[in-house]
């Protein structure tokens, strides 16, 4: 099955600096790569997905690129503000077959430090 | 993007007992998932349920567990007889169709002592 592993499993950047959280995952049959943002107490939401039919997506200060030859995806937040803070998860799934699940990777804490 | 509501927020129960988690998603759904995230892990697929039956389902879902949609609507997760490593948030998740992404709900904080 799906494999999806995660790094850095914490990171602190300084607000208006940018964090970069990579993901590799092991089915060359996913093709379906979302990232929630989960908050304290809450459950994880949906900041930004991308389908292996592109290479890149970009929602204003958020950006997903997809290497598929590789098997890694990685979000880039650009100017990190204090509200950016969270534990940010990455996940795969072949979206296409029948009802698969997601897979999440084991998350990324980030701080960013006022 | 669809609501999905969870009840109860927390639920705390003796180790043994049975508990029901319920998922009210708002609008109209084809897919549902519960998931679990055990506190600081990351989150886990437990059951996958279409079409009124169980699609999928994870070496963690065992006897003990089992879904349902009693009404149509709601839709819920058992836990026969719980255990102290049951304690975990679960999550319910929709999607509206093959090709959407995933809603999750809010989640319910289960603490079984």
């Known amino acids: 099955g799906e494999n999806v592993e995660q790094h850095p499993s914490t990171l602190s950047v300084q607000e208006g600096d940018s964090a970069v959280i990579k993901c590799t995952y092991s089915?060359?049959?996913?093709?379906?790569f979302p990232w929630y943002k989960q908050e304290l107490g809450k459950g994880p939401q949906l900041i930004i997905d991308i389908r292996s039919n592109v290479g890149e997506k970009k929602d204003q200060r958020i950006a997903v690129t997809l290497n598929k030859t590789a098997k890694h995806f990685s979000l880039h937040i650009t100017e990190t503000q204090p509200e950016d803070s969270a534990v940010y998860f990455c996940a795969a799934s072949d979206a296409a077959a029948g009802n698969t699940p997601l897979v999440f990777g084991k998350g990324t804490r980030l701080s960013v430090i006022a | 993007e669809p609501e999905v509501t969870q009840t109860p927020s927390h639920q705390v129960t003796q180790m043994g007992q049975e508990v029901i988690l319920r998922c009210v998603p708002i609008?109209?759904?084809?897919?549902f998932y519960w998931y679990r995230q055990i506190l600081g892990q990351k989150v886990e697929f437990l059951v996958s349920f279409y079409n009124n039956e169980i699609s999928e389902k994870s070496e963690i879902f065992d006897d003990q567990f089992s879904v349902e949609r009693p009404d149509g609507s709601n839709f819920t997760l058992k836990i026969r007889s719980t255990k102290l490593e049951d304690s975990a948030m679960y999550f319910c998740a929709i999607r509206t169709a093959i090709n959407y992404g995933y809603t999750f709900g809010s989640g319910t904080r289960l603490t079984v002592v």
């Open positions: 609008s109209n759904h084809l897919y």
């Open positions: 089915d060359s049959a996913s093709n379906y």
